[in-house]
């Protein structure tokens, strides 16, 4: 099992920045991949970004260039770093895990005014 703690999420300007950070506990050496996924309102959850553990990064097209995921394995925890935000980054952000079934954090709200 593990458990998934996101924070970081808010209110921000189009262009502006935000990091989002994801906490895990339980059976962190088990995990072979972290990363965000989003939801917004109407739509699918879609991958943000994810990262194994041997370092492999994947990026959603939308945000390559933008957004950058990073993980610090001593901490448990994942970064995700936006910037240049756009107004259709407003969603929910939910931080991801895998062992061999996939586990979710409770989500975090991101919202991007024009």
């Known amino acids: 099992q593990v458990q998934l703690v996101e924070s970081g999420g808010g209110f921000v300007q189009a262009g502006g920045s935000l990091r989002l950070s994801c906490v895990a506990s339980?059976?962190?050496?088990?995990?072979?991949?972290m990363g965000w996924y989003r939801q917004a309102p109407g739509k699918q959850r879609e991958l943000v970004a994810t990262v194994t553990s041997s370092d492999s990064l994947v990026y959603a097209d939308s945000v390559k260039g933008r957004f950058t995921i990073s993980r610090d394995k001593a901490k448990n925890t994942v970064y995700l770093q936006m910037n240049s935000l756009k107004p259709e980054d407003t969603a929910v952000y939910y931080c991801?895990?895998?062992?061999?079934?996939?586990?979710w954090g409770q989500g975090t709200q991101v919202t991007v005014s024009s």
């Open positions: 339980g059976s962190t050496s088990r995990i072979n991949r």
């Open positions: 991801y895990a895998r062992i061999y079934s996939p586990y």
